[in-house]
């Protein structure tokens, strides 16, 4: 008998057991466009109070095969991926809940606002498959910005600003089509402005005028996101960290729908 | 009247508004022992729909006119310390739901296990105390240590050793009196073995001896932290990460109380 | 008179001058095998004492612009891209000295030693292009593997084995060809043993054999990569970081050819 | 025979061989005042190339014994105590050359602006001692504060403002009288404003003032630490780091006297 498949010492039921922070590449096609992923994957199932371990090896193998497929079909998003895993995981290993997440970067192709230049803005995400008697998903992006403080610039004209992150999460069933760039899109609009890697020098002025024509606080901010989010009708939970330029510390706001 | 104070675009309450990585530095007595931390605060409250911004500065505040009564005082804990701030913050900003948290190292004296020498160990804790109706906290520790893994060892007689991180979380009402140290020794003592700081031929003999005793998966580790943590009572929950030495990524296990 | 080509209040040289953590998304086509990266840039020129400050966006256009061309003629390395980048700089800004680096993750396809299945490794590497009169180039591969403690496996037939990390650093002129592939060979081949993302039980059972055959401090590591590296005939530096297993610190060596 | 002492197979002489991240708790006692510090410690020495490894375990030992000498007679500052621990290692082990340092966080106790209240202001500082022949050390600081960008000031009366960090490092002979808080103060001195903890409505409306009457680029602000460096008539680097509040990257500036 497998040492994994004893008796455990302390008779005990785990959460989650499996492997954290593997790099592996990805290739996903979708809508005719093809995009690479190195992301960091977590991938981990419970394990019954009646056996000592899990067999870590075949969560890899299932890993490797479903991309192995996945090269020769080419027609996965990373969140049909991660489902394929979860259930290949199911024909090798028991389970009753699975989870796989993937960290990566989504590069986006965007316009400069007045010179009309093109840029590539790369923005974090994660998307997340999990199975407990019904599948789910959990949709996060991970988006910079800034802030402008309203408070001080209606009592002197004259105010800070600062770069801030915005977070979008979204939680639903597995089959809901929920799109990563429109969350992006709507975390971008709740901030003071949205930023871009190339600015020209006309492009800089619109976007310092449209900072000072909205002046946010990071609490503003969370709940533009939170109520631009509405139309997705999940769960959501938004957040809003400014890293202040007046200060050593952050400012943060959290809520959810 | 004040921007914060004004209806805001969007009504939502939020569920955390606040600062975070602020660095200070807190003298704590404790049992005739002096303990300086430098340590991370993150601080937050709740905010109802009708208010567009907390008041950030009163937080600050707050800490600053904690410190200064403890410095005089000098009889605090870290949690004492929260629970004080977050009483003085109700005094000048209603909020229903508070929490702080101070993320800090505590440092331990040991001795070696066989050549008895001195050696100080240092380990990463957080200490939170909420406000939601009742007083509770949330104490963590983090601590570092190793897993032999028993499948290799029974296989062939031969195996793999690496570090590992084992966490224990306690959460509990406020009153109750759970020590850190007995926390860390927790932890300590479910992995494979101990480690330390320094190490004589005659300790490194020993440590290498007790982990070749002590085959442990992840899931070993966390399981004997849950059952050892059963004498406090509480909501406990445990984790164990392994760096791997033959792989590049970790293994993960996770479970509660 | 734009703002940074005045005069400087204090008239001093700057070194470097430039912007970094910038992300894009890169496809390179090399030996018909297509690479896509999503890596971090930091790109700097030096500042004369005569000018107040550097034109950013002009760094960033030449980015850009040179990516475009690529995704056209994709024949690029990304030395190549680096160089095209600092030449195309320097038709719009004038510089004595420039340099522009790459960070990004190298993926390579492996065979599992025993079971002979397919796994894919990532690896971070630093491809660095400079300007100083000269093109020279550094290439930087950052591999993971283990060290296994000679010392404690002589004294007692037991001993400590851990995640290691080996660094090497190769300086040379721009032309050279060095294949990034084969540094992480060398670093790879000069552990105790290698590590991979899948191992089947027979694989396991081998590098654990591997490790205990080649018992290595991170002395050996670092030395063994250096001379191995000879080869190339140019400036390296190799560095070996061992995460002890038996301890709380790291264990380091370093040196250079 | 020691293995360390034995012939190694790679006949390479290593720069630096030693410990990296080690955590310990020192308490300095300096013009009466007391310091305690959880420092992060590297210590390394050479190594010939006839020998196969160092004795790690006496760098630990002579840390150790340092502290409790000093915890004895309290007269140490962090490079006094630096100094100390490679002298000992000389008596344990042989070396040509050896370093140690320090990152620690420095506590300084201000006063806000306007409001004069108290509030206590963390830096983080880097303390290396290094033997080659002679003895030397570098001093470093790294301290947050703002940048407000001139440019765009310039253009339209509005402008962008962020988050910087400003680095400066000493580089001199062992005995050299060289403070910490002078170091800090130059950086701070040199943003756009300085920033605070705490910051009462009128504070904040003083930073902000500050801030737009010093527009500086990350140019500026680099010549104007180096600038006010040149006091100290040693080497010195600086640099500035700008983290945009209009673009997701950085912008960089380095020099040196």
């Known amino acids: 008998m497998n040492t994994q498949d004893r008796v455990p010492d302390d008779k005990i039921k785990l959460n989650k057991v499996g492997i954290t922070d593997l ?17 960091t994957i977590n991938i981990c199932i419970d394990l019954s109070e009646h056996k000592k371990g899990i067999h870590m090896s075949r969560l890899i193998e ?35 809940k699975g989870e ?34 019904a599948w789910k998903k959990v949709l996060r992006v991970e988006v910079i910005g800034n802030t402008l403080c309203p408070h001080a610039l209606e009592l002197s004209g004259k105010t800070h600003i600062q770069r801030a ?22 975390v971008e609009e709740s901030f003071s402005s949205q930023v871009y890697t190339l600015l020209k ?23 533009r996101i939170l109520e631009r989010s509405k139309r997705f009708g999940c769960k959501a939970r938004a957040e809003c960290i400014s890293y202040e ?13």
């Open 62 to 96: 299932c890993i490797i095969e479903s991309l192995e497929e996945e090269i020769e079909e080419e027609h996965y998003s990373l969140e049909d991926l991660g489902k394929n895993i979860l259930e290949k995981v199911r024909s090798k290993h028991s389970y009753e």
């Open 100 to 133: 796989i997440s993937f960290r990566s970067d989504l590069p986006l192709m965007k316009k400069t606002p007045k010179s009309r230049k093109r840029t590539v803005e790369i923005h974090e995400i994660v998307v997340k498959v999990m199975y407990d008697k």
């Open 23 to 39: 790099k592996t590449l990805i290739k996903i096609k979708r809508k005719k466009k093809e995009y690479w992923h190195t992301p």
């Open 201 to 223: 020098s006309e492009d800089e002025a619109h976007v310092i005028e449209t900072m000072h024509e909205n002046p946010r606080f990071v609490e503003d901010v969370t709940r």
């Open 245 to 257: 330029s007046i200060h050593r510390h952050n400012v943060y706001s959290e809520g959810e729908l």
């Open 165 to 186: 992150k915005g977070t979008l999460e979204i939680e639903c069933e597995f089959e809901k089509d929920v799109s990563l760039e429109e969350m992006i899109e709507i």
